[in-house]
C-alpha cells in the first residue's frame, strides 16, 4: 500500500518534501537544538545526507516513471545538488542566525549521489508490490 503511494505520488512526495527542506534549513539557528554528543558524531552532517537522498530518490522515481533517460536523471541530480548548495548560500546571507557550511554541501551532495547510485533499487523495490 505504501509503496505503491509513493510511486503514485512521487513527485507530490518530492515537491513537499523539498518545501520541508526549506522551512528547516530556513529556520533560525537559535531555535535548532545542540547537543554536544551527536556533533562529535556528525550527526547533523548525516541529517543533511539523508534529507538529500529522500529528496533526490522521490525526484527520480518520478523521472524513471516518465521517461527513464539517463541524462534526465542526470539533470535531476544537478538540480538537487544546486538547490542543496543554493539553500547554503541562502543560510550563509538570507535567513537569521544561520551559516553557510561547507560540509553541509558536501553532505547534500553524497546524498544525491548516494540516491543515484541506489535509484534502480529503489524502483525495483517499490514495483514488486505492484
Known amino acids: 500500500m505504501m509503496k505503491q503511494f509513493t510511486l503514485k505520488y512521487s513527485l507530490v512526495l518530492s515537491i513537499i518534501w523539498g518545501l520541508i527542506i526549506l522551512g528547516l534549513c530556513s529556520m ?66 538570507l535567513f537569521s542566525n544561520r551559516s553557510a557550511d561547507w560540509n553541509d554541501i558536501i553532505a547534500n551532495s553524497f546524498g544525491c549521489i548516494v540516491s543515484l547510485i541506489f535509484y534502480n533499487k529503489i524502483y525495483n523495490y517499490l514495483i514488486k508490490s505492484k
Request: some cysteine; charged content about 15%.
Open 28 to 93: 533560525p539557528g537559535q531555535y535548532i537544538p545542540s547537543v554536544s554528543f551527536l556533533e562529535m558524531v556528525s550527526f547533523d552532517k548525516w541529517v543533511h545526507a539523508s534529507m538529500f537522498f529522500i529528496l533526490s530518490s522521490l525526484v527520480f522515481l518520478t523521472v524513471k516513471q516518465k521517461t527513464n533517460e539517463k541524462k534526465q536523471i542526470y539533470l535531476f541530480l544537478f538540480i538537487c545538488i544546486s538547490y542543496g548548495c543554493l539553500l547554503e548560500i541562502m543560510q550563509g546571507t
